[in-house]
């Protein structure tokens, strides 16, 4: 194994396999011992580059956060019109329903961890902050809150249905929702 000198990307790999446990086995699996392994460094990379756990964890779901909210980025950043906005936010919601389940199982993780340990709120607090950031480009700070908890609630439901809903169903809830609160072009 190269050491920390020649190894640059230990950290990220650390971070990676972390969300890969996370993701496959379930927070309360995760130890460093199967992170290290996971990632191919030496158990004491793990102190080396975190101070314990509760780092690591914070540090991989600050990722986590910041990937989800690159998804909403790409998925709203285009839209120039009401409308086209509430069609990238079904497209949204579709395309984080019908993914691999990594990103679902990894924002349930989070989201428990968050409910139980009040200490990740922020986390959860700044992501929410910043997907509305995004939907406020299109809507009102009221509505895009409401829609920020559609998008979780829609896509909850979508990927775990046995007959998921379609983009009709979708448009439809997203209007009710947008329909007096959107932004001028």
Request: glycine share 6%; hydrophobic share 40%.
């Amino acid at each position: 194994m190269a050491t920390g000198h020649t190894d640059p990307q230990r950290r990220e790999r650390i971070i990676a396999a972390t969300l890969d446990l996370i993701a496959e086995e379930g927070i309360a699996r995760v130890s460093h011992r199967k992170i290290a392994a996971r990632a191919g460094v030496p158990l004491g990379s793990m102190t080396y580059h975190f101070s314990g756990m509760d780092h690591l964890l914070r540090e991989a779901f600050g990722r986590f956060t910041d990937h989800i909210v690159a998804v909403f980025d790409a998925h709203l950043a285009a839209p120039a019109n009401p409308e086209q906005a509430r069609q990238a936010v079904a497209d949204l919601v579709h395309v984080l329903s019908e993914g691999s389940g990594r990103d679902l199982l990894l924002t349930q993780e989070l989201y428990t961890l968050a409910a139980r340990q009040p200490a990740y709120r922020e986390l959860t607090h700044e992501w929410m902050r910043r997907s509305r950031v995004h939907l406020e480009k299109h809507f009102d700070p009221d509505t895009a809150r409401q829609l920020d908890a559609l998008i979780e609630g829609l896509t909850l439901h979508r990927a775990l249905s046995r007959q998921p809903h379609d983009r009709a169903l979708t448009l439809e809830a997203i209007a009710r929702i947008t329909a007096t609160g959107t932004r001028a072009p």
